[in-house]
């Protein structure tokens, strides 16, 4: 990741000594610094600054990496040095574009879906990985959570991924969720960045905040003589004592109109003709392009509606924040209203 930069950007054109010199001495410290501040940054007692030296250093070489490929594929065509003046423009450029898309409160989305047997419309608001973590975005949160507010929903949904970084670490940022505005319900599945940090005491939390925790069950909601029902499944990856996704106990019960929230898309393959709806986080898009494509590999399902069998659908949202790199490239943050119509 380090050398294919170096070398597009110092070592291949006919720099002067001088600038060559300072250059490698800079890649050299960023190479040798990045994993020294992602292990201080990212272990379990993890340091906030250090995380967000590596984390940024690492959004920044990535950026770097993909435009370096492109720019040795330029520089057939045009000189080293161009191609090396091209390709710090364009990351930096990108890269500063990236943080202020990363930053801003996300744009609403708005999606329609249609719903067999659905007596009513129904108003869903969907966040997602809010990854609250070393950068302090309680203004963002507030911010969030006005705009959510602004949209009158009937029900919000939260798809996990809350926060890296336990309850009580990230309460302050945490803490505008409690002032989400709905007339039916507030819910919330836990992700696979909870299991890293203590999901129980995410549960917990979101609980305190008036939130429905959906840990493998289910809720009825009404609104006149239409009902929906809403269930949620633990992420995949999630383990410990009574933790585990268990869709089956999830759904014991339910008749009627499905919506399920579960962090991941793949686990669409369990949820398959047994909702109408499953909404999932996760993949961020790709969040820094192309990294969108690596994703594909794991999830399949990066973002936006899909169908699968006869009754069930899949949103995959991009997520209302980020994680780790404080960029988003060519992967914009969401808040989605999904309009349930029957």
């Not at 999830?250 to 709806?277: E, M, N, S």
Request: charged letters at 20%; glycine letters at 12%; aromatic letters at 8%.
């Amino acid at each position: 990741m380090f050398g294919v930069p170096w070398w597009t950007v110092v070592g291949e054109p006919d720099w002067p000594t001088a600038v060559t010199v300072v250059g490698t001495v800079v890649f050299g410290a960023a190479m040798l610094g990045f994993p020294l501040f992602m292990y201080l940054g990212h272990s379990r007692r993890g340091r906030d600054w250090a995380a967000r030296v590596g984390d940024t250093t690492l959004g920044a070489i990535w950026v770097l990496l993909v435009w370096s490929l492109i720019g040795q594929v330029a520089s057939i065509v045009v000189s080293h040095e161009a191609a090396a003046v091209g390709v710090l423009v364009v990351a930096v450029g990108l890269l500063g574009w990236g943080y202020a898309e990363a930053m801003r409160v996300p744009r609403t989305k708005r999606v329609d879906v249609r719903v067999a047997g659905l007596a009513d419309e129904f108003r869903l608001v969907v966040i997602s990985d809010t990854h609250y973590g070393p950068i302090n975005r309680v203004r963002w949160s507030e911010g969030l959570v006005a705009a959510v507010n602004r949209l009158d929903p009937d029900i919000v949904a939260h798809a996990g991924d809350i926060a890296d970084g336990t309850a009580q670490k990230r309460k302050e940022m945490a803490a505008p969720l409690g002032t989400v505005q709905s007339r039916l319900a507030r819910v919330y599945v836990t992700g696979n960045h909870e299991y890293f940090s203590e999901a129980q005491g995410w549960i917990d939390h979101m609980e305190s905040l008036g939130w429905e925790a959906l840990h493998n069950r289910h809720v009825v909601v009404r609104k006149g003589d239409a009902t929906l029902t809403l269930a949620g499944v633990d992420d995949r990856t999630a383990t410990g004592p009574g933790h585990g996704a268990d869709l089956k106990t999830a759904l014991d019960g339910v008749t009627g109109p499905v919506v399920l929230l579960a962090h991941q898309p793949k686990q669409i393959g369990q949820a398959r003709d047994l909702v109408d709806l499953q909404i999932s986080g996760h993949t961020h898009g790709g969040q820094i392009w192309p990294f969108h494509y690596l994703v594909r590999m794991d999830q399949k399902w990066v973002h936006g509606l899909s169908r699968h069998g006869d009754r069930t659908q899949l949103y995959t949202t991009r997520g209302s924040g980020f994680w780790g790199p404080p960029f988003r490239v060519f992967a914009p943050s969401e808040i989605t209203l999904i309009t349930l119509r029957p």
